[in-house]
């Protein structure tokens, strides 16, 4: 049982030394799902990088775009799970309740981050004036952070 117990626990550190941190990928690795929300969402824009961060047993896409300081973050599967922008972002990527939320209470503020807790069931999103705002996944407002 010591045996197994060894060669499970050498196997296990091989496996995790083996896997690389940051893997870049090129255009033809990119999932199509990613490349077809960017030509939607942020049209004019190109990918510029993406690449493969492991962190424990997930994995996430984290993408550059060419203008804007634009960095997105995608799950495994590939699912948009944060943006991140100097400047406002698109409509097209924030719930209209929380966009409406925002334009009413905060306004002249944009919206220039944002981000989707799946285990909390939970978006924040950042303002350009530093402010910081959680809503559920509804989109209705919980909380200034």
């Given amino acids: 049982m010591k045996k197994i117990l060894v060669g499970f626990l050498a196997l296990s550190l ?11 990928m090129d255009d033809t690795q990119i999932p199509e799902p990613i490349k ?5 969402n942020f049209n004019g824009n190109e990918i510029t990088e993406c690449k493969v961060e492991k962190e424990g047993f997930s994995r996430f896409y984290d993408v550059q775009l060419t203008s804007n300081s634009v960095s997105l973050r995608f799950t495994e599967t590939p699912e948009i799970q944060e943006i ?3 400047t406002e972002l698109p ?5 209209p309740a929380i966009d409406k939320y925002v334009d009413n209470n905060y306004a002249p503020s944009v919206i220039t ?6 285990k909390k069931k939970m978006q924040t999103v950042r303002l350009n004036n530093g402010k910081r705002l ?3 996944s509804s989109g209705d407002f919980q909380r200034e952070l």
Avoid: Q
Wanted: with cysteine.
């Fill in 14 to 24: 091989v496996a995790v030394t083996s896997c690389k941190k940051n893997e870049a």
């Fill in 36 to 40: 077809t929300y960017v030509r939607t």
């Fill in 91 to 95: 409509e097209t990527v924030i719930d």
């Fill in 134 to 136: 959680e809503f559920n």
């Fill in 113 to 118: 981050d944002w981000i989707l807790d799946t």
């Fill in 84 to 86: 991140h922008s100097s």
